[in-house]
């Protein structure tokens, strides 16, 4: 009698805690219900070249764009680019509204913590844009004057993790859009602006803009696509498509396509 009370008390409690367990932790379903869906939604903000941009005709095109279609299609879904206000990019990802953040976001401790990465396939810089007859040479040449950058961007991240800058420029401006703010620095509204060296490099280069970057950079970065912090199969998924891809010479392809080159550094 001992011993039966015994074995059902033991198979109560392993009941017990099976039950605490399934109802404290969520099936990782994401690689399946994004499969019965049929749509990789992808968020982004539209007006940030060459990663996510509009074109003369107003579709969404971008470097991340091509590698986001050609991911989708090997996962046997459609590709939807969904435009996003950048500065709640985790909220309109965590309510669901888009499936992931791909548009040049970089890898950052924090958003580790609440968000499910790619591994890096790109390299990147903040810099430092100035008009190009500023004189300006350094970081230190902006003492004194007038900033601008992108609000909730990685430049902001890293203009708050170099003190010495942060508190000696004269002002800080904040935009919603990379684009605004290079009107802005070419009119003279602002000394200089804040921005991934990747993006700054190709507006002045496509628009033949009369700016100049400063040799000397804030932070280095990488660019990481960013899933629900429980969406780990997706996100997995979406990892191999693009080490497939690169294996086979599409990344290559269409980094060549948008850079002139192969600058990716998937499996590296």
């Known amino acids: 009698m001992k011993k039966l009370f015994v074995v059902l008390t033991a198979a109560l409690l392993a009941a017990s805690l099976a039950g ?28 940030f070249p060459p990663m996510g941009f509009r074109d003369e005709s107003n579709q969404i095109v971008g470097f991340d764009i091509d590698l986001a279609k050609e991911v989708a ?32 976001l970089t890898i950052t401790d924090e958003r580790k913590k609440a968000l499910s990465f790619t591994k890096p396939y790109l390299d990147n810089k903040q810099v430092v844009v100035v ?41 800080i401006v904040f935009l919603d859009q990379n684009l605004m703010a290079l009107n802005d620095l070419v009119i003279g509204g602002v000394d200089g602006v804040v921005m991934d060296s990747i993006v700054a490099e190709y507006a002045i ?7 100049t970057l400063l040799d000397e950079s804030l932070a280095s970065e ?47």
């Open 205 to 211: 280069k496509q628009s033949n803009l009369p700016l």
């Open 222 to 268: 990488e660019y990481g696509v960013a899933f629900r912090k429980g969406d780990v199969k997706l996100t997995e998924a979406v990892q191999k498509a693009l080490q497939d891809m690169a294996a086979d010479g599409t990344v290559a392809r269409i980094s060549s396509i948008w850079f002139g080159s192969d600058i990716t550094v998937i499996g590296k």
């Open 131 to 171: 008009r190009a007859n500023s004189g300006f040479k350094g970081l230190s040449d902006l003492y004194g004057k007038k900033i601008a950058l992108q609000s909730g961007s990685s430049a902001e991240d890293a203009v708050n993790d170099t003190p010495d800058f942060q508190k000696n420029v004269k002002d």
């Open 20 to 47: 605490c367990a399934k109802k404290g932790s969520k099936a990782d379903n994401s690689l399946a219900d994004l499969k019965a869906r049929g749509v990789f939604v992808l968020g982004l903000d539209d007006s």
């Open 73 to 104: 299609k090997r996962l046997g879904v459609q590709f939807k680019a969904q435009p996003i206000n950048w500065d709640s990019k985790e909220q309109e990802l965590n309510t669901g509204k888009i499936d992931c953040i791909w548009n040049g």
